[in-house]
């Protein structure tokens, strides 16, 4: 957040962003991510067959309920919002760019982000100090 330069430009009168990053996933990643997830609709719970799988396939772990794939996380489906959100969401990368506090990373793998983007959030960020401090 934000995706659109309406939700950008909104979230400018209310706050001064001096840090936004954005992940760079290559898009075919992303579509496999995204069609491998599966839910049980009363709970809420997530499942994804690659790094979250259940432990039987298309059956909720604990209540043994069957899983379902939502329409909007199908490959066809998730392809489409993908290109949506590239076209979207490239005015919004441009303005936080133009104004020098945008910082991208690219990968597959979060072990190998993270530590770059903590890096990042820790030199920005100063800690809070606790009560006891004073």
């Known amino acids: 957040f934000p995706r659109?330069?309406?939700q950008a430009e909104t979230l400018d009168k209310i706050c001064d962003l001096d840090l936004v990053i954005t992940l760079n996933i290559p898009f075919e990643t992303l579509k496999d991510r995204l069609s491998?997830?599966?839910i049980h609709p009363p709970s809420g719970r997530v499942y994804n067959l690659d790094f979250n799988p259940p432990h039987v396939h298309g059956?909720?772990?604990i209540t043994g309920e069957p899983l379902i794939q939502q329409e909007d996380d199908?490959?066809?489906a998730v392809a489409a919002r993908l290109r949506q959100y590239?076209?979207?969401a490239k005015?919004?990368?441009e303005l936080y760019?133009?104004?020098?506090v945008l910082h991208q990373f690219s990968g597959t793998e979060t072990n190998k982000i993270w530590p770059y983007v903590y890096t990042l959030?820790?030199?920005k960020i100063t800690p809070i100090q606790s009560k006891e401090a004073y």
């Open 4 to 6: 659109t330069l309406v």
């Open 36 to 38: 491998r997830r599966w």
């Open 59 to 61: 059956i909720d772990d």
């Open 74 to 76: 199908k490959p066809e």
């Open 86 to 88: 590239k076209d979207v």
């Open 91 to 93: 005015p919004v990368i």
């Open 97 to 100: 760019k133009s104004r020098g």
């Open 121 to 123: 959030f820790s030199n």
